[in-house]
């Protein structure tokens, strides 16, 4: 790993790229013995307080996100789970106002070090939205190729290949292999949210964030949403954010339940395996909330 770490405490939260590192330098690898260890952590979070101005939204979160497994964040409206998601591939500096305290480690590489390239930490690190957000005037087959030729560069030649491979991977190739020049948001609302993921996993990713993915869709389209979270599950690290604890136990390996402070700061109150969580938690406070006595 060509990147150093250092604190930074003094550092802007909005880095600039540096015109003199490759690219590669930039960007976080996974090791090749961390990925045959059995299990691993990709991301550590630790002490992290996010804000929006003088407003913290999210208080002293410290977790550890498993490699390859599927984490839910799970908790009521407005305890910070979409914030603390977005830091996690570093969207939450784009919003107004927006701090960080503390760090984020992906692959043991403090993301908000100075040397990594933002740009380069999302190809990393995709996003999935609430809302299926194809491009709208793009085609299915440009949703899926936009993200490996966002750079400029040439066209790679087996980018056919690619997209019929990340559309396959997001169960989706059967349905529009025949009308891949439509546009995108032809589609229904479950297929567009499959193209969202083909398009997040053609720029080849690590980890996947899934913001509330199936809150916009029917049962069906959510249980296909599900199956495949299940069927990427071990090639991905997956972190989904869901208010539908029904999902949170049907898909996720791990469970994180935050709640809110008198402060309105959301903090993460525990974290476990999802069968643990569900069936026997530490705190009361999520006992009361997964048994719907609040929230
Ligand atoms: N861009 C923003 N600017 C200011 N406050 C925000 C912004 N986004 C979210 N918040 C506030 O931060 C808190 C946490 O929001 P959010 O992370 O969206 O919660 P959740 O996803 O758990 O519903 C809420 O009080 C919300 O109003
Ligand atoms: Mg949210």
Known sequence: MAIEIRPREDQPVV??????????????????????????????????????????????????????????????????KSTFLRSLNRLHELAHGARMEGRLLIDGVDIYERSVDAVDLRRLVGMVFQRPNPFPTMSIYGNVASGLRLGGGPKPADLDEIV???????ALWDEVKDH???????????????????????????????????????????LRIEELMLELRGSYTIVIVTHNMQQASRVSDQTAFFSMGEDRAGYLVEMGQTTTIFTNPREQLTEDYISGRFG
């Open 164 to 170: 019929e491979r990340c559309l396959t991977r997001a």
């Open 15 to 80: 880095t600039t790229r540096p015109t003199t590192e490759p690219a590669s330098a930039r960007v976080p690898t996974r090791a090749p013995e961390q990925a045959a260890a059995a299990r691993t952590t990709k991301i550590e979070a630790r002490d992290l307080n996010l804000y929006y101005g003088s407003f913290r939204a999210v208080r002293d979160v410290t977790m550890d996100i498993p490699a390859n497994e599927i984490t839910a964040i799970i908790g009521p409206s407005g305890c910070g």
């Open 180 to 222: 891949l020049g439509a546009p995108g948001t032809s589609l229904s609302g479950g297929q567009q949210q499959r193209l969202c993921i083909a398009r997040a996993l053609a720029v080849d990713p690590e980890v996947i964030l899934m913001d509330e993915p199936a809150s916009s869709l029917d049962p069906i389209a959510t």
